[in-house]
Nanobody, 121 residues
Framework: QVQLVESGGGLVQAGGSLRLSCAAS????????MAWYRQAPGRQRELVAH???????NYADSVKGRFTISRDNAKNAVYLQMDSLKPEDTAVYYC???????????????WGQGTQVTVSS
């Protein structure tokens, strides 16, 4: 079991930047991968990015080149740097601790409560 607490969301104009943080209640090295998801109104929750223990990353096509996921194992924290934000990035963003399966599929286990990101045009 782990508690995940997100912070850093807010209102920003299109083209702006935000940095989301996720603080974990226990050592994130217990999970072989961490991730960020998002859910916009009326849409399914989608995987935005994940990062492995070794630092390998993967991104959804919609955010490649604009978002950067990182982790600080000493602080039990995961971050999502979001640049060149677009109105379609508006969503609740969730931190997740999970498992990257051998086939490369990310399996979510534990969720944070989410943080709202709103991008105005």
């Amino acid at each position: 079991q782990v508690q995940l607490v997100e912070s850093g969301g807010g209102l920003v104009q299109a083209g702006g930047s935000l940095r989301l943080s996720c603080a974990a209640s226990r050592n994130i090295l217990n999970f072989n991968a961490m991730a960020w998801y998002r859910q916009a109104p009326g849409r399914q929750r989608e995987l935005v990015a994940h990062i492995t223990i070794g630092g390998s990353t993967n991104y959804a096509d919609s955010v490649k080149g604009r978002f950067t996921i990182s982790r600080d194992n000493a602080k039990n924290a995961v971050y999502l740097q979001m640049d060149s934000l677009k109105p379609e990035d508006t969503a609740v963003y969730y931190c997740n601790a999970g498992t990257l399966l051998l086939k490369g599929t990310y399996y979510p286990n534990y969720w944070g409560q989410g943080t709202q990101v709103t991008v105005s045009s």
